[in-house]
């Protein structure tokens, strides 16, 4: 398995606890420790966090004493945790809070790093174990390979040769989302991205934000909202 000195992992929490929660304790459970972003959460998820906190050992960086920015904070969330991986000299791994890793996940991604890679992701599945959001394109993909699609951030690996070559201080602050831009970015700078078909997790999407389920649901009212109120936006 590999060394926690050799990888940071980081999960952004924004409610949905008991989804969360899972997610936490998938980690914990595969022998890993990681750090928890909380961003915003209601008072009840702050109140749980603290408990898993107490209970497990993992830090929690409670994003409103930091910044009056509004959820969501991934852009601070990356800069924080890019920081942090750099001096340690390590990998970053970033779990969203709807995906539930195997033991073998975290530790498999790692195995795949070597110079010139950039980004590692494993492929999302849902509970069923069919390929799912946003991996749907890799549905007819057989082999693990390098990818020059984006990568989401549900489960995935940036190296540290690639945080070493990109600061993440010149993300664009009007944006929401970072997954599309960084994947590319790590492309377009030469490093080769990984999708790995055969690391599966299980991911509940947008378990932590419901009103983008309308996505599925109602498409019309989910444009509206992103294009109008100018939400979501990569």
Known sequence: MVNDSMIHIIMPVKDSIETAEKAIRAILQ?????TVYDD????????????????TGIEIVSI???????????????????????????????????????QETIGRMADAVCPGVG?????????E???NFPYEYARHINQDGPCKKRLSFCCTLLSNEFLRAYDFGRLDPDKNWY??????????LGFTNILQLSNPVVHMPHSSRPWKQ?????????????????????
Do not use: C, F
Not at 214 to 229: D, G
């Open 179 to 188: 997954d599309v831009h960084i994947s590319h970015t790590s492309v377009q």
């Open 40 to 55: 915003y959460s209601s008072k009840e998820t702050a109140s749980r966090l603290k408990e898993l906190s107490d209970e």
């Open 129 to 131: 174990g069919n390929v």
């Open 119 to 127: 980004m590692v992701a494993a492929v999302t599945h849902d509970e």
């Open 214 to 234: 309308l996505k599925y649901t109602n498409p019309i009212l989910y444009y509206w909202r992103k294009l109008i109120l100018r939400r979501d936006k990569i």
């Open 64 to 102: 409103s004493e930091h910044t009056v920015h509004p959820s969501p904070n991934y852009r601070w969330v990356l800069i924080d945790a890019q920081r942090k991986a750099l001096e340690q000299g390590v990998s970053l791994v970033i779990v969203e809070s709807d995906v539930m890793v195997r």
């Open 30 to 34: 595969s022998g890993y420790t990681l």
